[in-house]
């Protein structure tokens, strides 16, 4: 008889994986995973035996927190993180940096990747975002010197739009020095005087993605923030700039809240030296940011003053039209072009078409530019694009293009006995090109 067959008994192995929400991260604030010292550094993803370690990520979460409800822009509608700082009180400043998964997986976060920091839990009444960055393709993103200030929880959100993704979350001590950003500024009392502030220690803070700066303005930044308990008439100067910057005026702290740009200033070296402007604030708090153009940080001087109420010839505001010059911005004393009117064409018809061509102040490129006293001409340094024996300022017509354009200016004002004397004063830069003389540069002026 044949041996019947036998059975075998072969060992299954079976390897379960528990994820606990520790590992998960949680999208509430009651079961927001706790970071209760720093440093603090999640765990990174591997993949090995005898068991492997997930480390971070947003799936298995709820997409409970968007654009609508919390800070941090369009990237919001995939599942989020959350964690909440127990940390002791010493500790009144962080730094965040969120990188990829790590070995097994991609290095590189997720391409839409933000991480946000709020005063409170994220989207109940009060609760206030304190600080956000968006991926914008790199491998990482830092979120530095975050103030824990003004007491209550604080909370650290992970969030991205579409697929969720693996992360490893990294935070830090950090640096906040009065001045760094608006939520801890340099709190200035009228008059001020500063000789000399400086960009150097602080950080890239306020840029293109958060604020009204341009693209190319990418060095660090300085805070000064004044509060007024009535309308006033504010001056102010930044001046002796050591290399090029940007001033921006702003009516509330950018990031926190959406501020409104009300200047905005850049100061190119070596040709400009100084920012200078007048301008009728309501009470409230505001801020001026001065920024470096580039990673070479700048030193200045500055003063901002209040104006005496009695005579405020220059600001846009007052009550009693008697105490006010008659011909309200005509030395462009408001750094606008309120009260005037313009044109822009060729050479053959510089009134052609309606409208300005402006752009920033000191700006080379526009056409009707308002320029500030401390800056010289581009073509001829010697020259300042300011009178001497005038005012603050002045406007440019034209620029150094080619290509045959004119533009034009208007100002219209009723001359009585009271104003029968007024003064021009200009100065003309003109190339000598070879054409013909009915096609050579001309400027003129026309009373009438």
Same mark, same amino acid.
């Given at each position: 008889?044949?041996?019947?067959?036998?059975?075998?008994?072969?060992?299954?192995?079976?390897?379960?994986?528990? *994820?606990?929400? %520790?590992?998960?991260?949680?999208?509430? &604030?009651?079961?927001?995973?706790?970071?209760?010292?720093?440093?603090?550094?999640?765990?990174?993803?591997?993949?090995?035996?005898?068991?492997?370690?997930?480390?971070?990520?947003?799936? $298995?979460?709820?997409?409970?927190?968007?654009?609508?409800?919390?800070?941090g822009g369009t990237n919001l509608q995939g599942e989020d993180a959350l964690f909440v700082l127990n940390l002791p009180p010493a500790v009144n400043c962080i730094s965040i940096r969120l990188d990829g998964s790590g070995i097994g997986?991609?290095?590189?976060?997720?391409? +839409?990747? @933000?991480?946000?920091?709020?005063? $409170? &839990?994220?989207?109940?009444?009060? @609760?206030?975002?304190?600080? +956000?960055?968006?991926?914008?393709?790199?491998?990482? *993103?830092?979120?530095?010197?975050? !103030?824990?200030?003004?007491?209550?929880?604080?909370?650290?959100?992970?969030?991205?739009?579409?697929?969720?993704?693996?992360?490893?979350?990294?935070?830090?001590?950090?640096?906040?020095?009065?001045? $760094? !950003?608006? =939520?801890?500024?340099?709190?200035?009392?009228?008059?001020? #005087? +500063?000789?000399?502030?400086?960009?150097?220690?602080? $950080?890239? /803070?306020?840029?293109?993605?958060?604020? &009204?700066?341009?693209?190319?303005?990418?060095?660090? =930044?300085?805070?000064?923030?004044?509060?007024?308990? !009535? #309308?006033?008439?504010?001056?102010?100067?930044? %001046?002796?700039?050591? @290399? @090029?910057?940007?001033?921006?005026?702003?009516?509330?702290?950018?990031?926190?809240?959406?501020?409104?740009?009300?200047r905005l200033a850049p100061c190119l070296s070596p040709l400009c030296r100084t920012v200078m402007g007048e301008i009728t604030l309501p009470a409230g708090d505001y801020y001026f940011i001065i920024k470096s153009q580039s990673n070479?940080?700048?030193?200045?001087?500055?003063?901002?003053?209040?104006?005496?109420? =009695?005579?405020?010839? /220059?600001?846009?505001? &007052?009550?009693?039209?008697?105490?006010?010059?008659?011909?309200?911005?005509?030395?462009? #004393? !408001?750094?606008?072009? %309120?009260?005037?009117?313009?044109?822009?064409?060729?050479?053959?018809?510089?009134?052609?078409?309606?409208?300005?061509?402006?752009?920033?102040?000191?700006?080379?490129?526009?056409?009707?530019?308002?320029?500030?006293?401390?800056?010289?001409?581009?073509?001829?340094?010697?020259?300042?694009?300011?009178?001497?024996?005038?005012?603050?300022?002045?406007?440019?017509?034209?620029?150094?293009?080619?290509?045959?354009?004119? #533009?034009?200016?208007?100002?219209?004002?009723?001359?009585?006995?009271?104003?029968?004397?007024?003064?021009?004063?200009?100065?003309?830069?003109?190339?000598?090109?070879?054409?013909?003389?009915?096609?050579?540069?001309?400027?003129?002026? /026309?009373?009438?």
């Amino acid at each position: 008889m044949a041996n019947a067959p036998q059975l075998r008994c072969l060992p299954i192995w079976v390897l379960l994986l528990l *994820i606990t929400p %520790e590992l998960w991260g949680q999208n509430i &604030c009651g079961t927001a995973i706790p970071i209760n010292a720093l440093p603090y550094v999640s765990p990174n993803h591997t993949l090995g035996f005898p068991a492997p370690n997930p480390g971070l990520s947003t799936c $298995g979460t709820v997409n409970d927190y968007n654009s609508i409800n919390v800070c941090g822009g369009t990237n919001l509608q995939g599942e989020d993180a959350l964690f909440v700082l127990n940390l002791p009180p010493a500790v009144n400043c962080i730094s965040i940096r969120l990188d990829g998964s790590g070995i097994g997986f991609s290095p590189n976060l997720n391409a +839409s990747a @933000s991480v946000s920091v709020f005063r $409170g &839990c994220p989207g109940d009444a009060g @609760s206030q975002c304190i600080g +956000s960055v968006q991926n914008t393709g790199q491998a990482f *993103i830092r979120l530095n010197n975050i !103030k824990l200030s003004g007491g209550g929880n604080f909370y650290i959100m992970i969030d991205g739009a579409g697929a969720c993704f693996p992360y490893r979350l990294n935070v830090q001590p950090g640096n906040c020095p009065d001045g $760094g !950003k608006c =939520d801890f500024p340099l709190n200035v009392t009228l008059p001020f #005087e +500063s000789v000399p502030g400086t960009t150097a220690g602080f $950080g890239n /803070d306020y840029n293109a993605n958060n604020s &009204c700066f341009d693209v190319a303005t990418t060095g660090n =930044d300085v805070v000064y923030k004044i509060s007024l308990d !009535k #309308e006033s008439c504010i001056w102010y100067q930044f %001046e002796n700039f050591t @290399s @090029s910057a940007t001033v921006l005026l702003s009516n509330a702290c950018p990031i926190i809240t959406a501020p409104a740009c009300l200047r905005l200033a850049p100061c190119l070296s070596p040709l400009c030296r100084t920012v200078m402007g007048e301008i009728t604030l309501p009470a409230g708090d505001y801020y001026f940011i001065i920024k470096s153009q580039s990673n070479t940080d700048v030193q200045f001087s500055s003063t901002i003053r209040v104006l005496n109420p =009695d005579n405020l010839t /220059d600001c846009p505001s &007052c009550n009693d039209q008697d105490n006010c010059t008659s011909c309200r911005n005509s030395g462009f #004393e !408001k750094m606008t072009f %309120e009260g005037w009117t313009a044109r822009f064409g060729s050479t053959f018809n510089p009134g052609l078409t309606p409208g300005f061509r402006s752009g920033n102040f000191n700006n080379g490129l526009s056409r009707h530019t308002i320029v500030t006293r401390g800056n010289f001409d581009t073509l001829i340094p010697a020259l300042p694009v300011v009178p001497p024996d005038g005012g603050d300022y002045a406007v440019r017509l034209g620029n150094c293009n080619n290509n045959a354009q004119g #533009e034009q200016l208007v100002y219209t004002f009723l001359v009585d006995s009271s104003n029968t004397n007024f003064i021009y004063r200009y100065a003309v830069v003109l190339e000598n090109p070879n054409h013909t003389p009915d096609q050579q540069p001309f400027f003129s002026i /026309d009373v009438k």
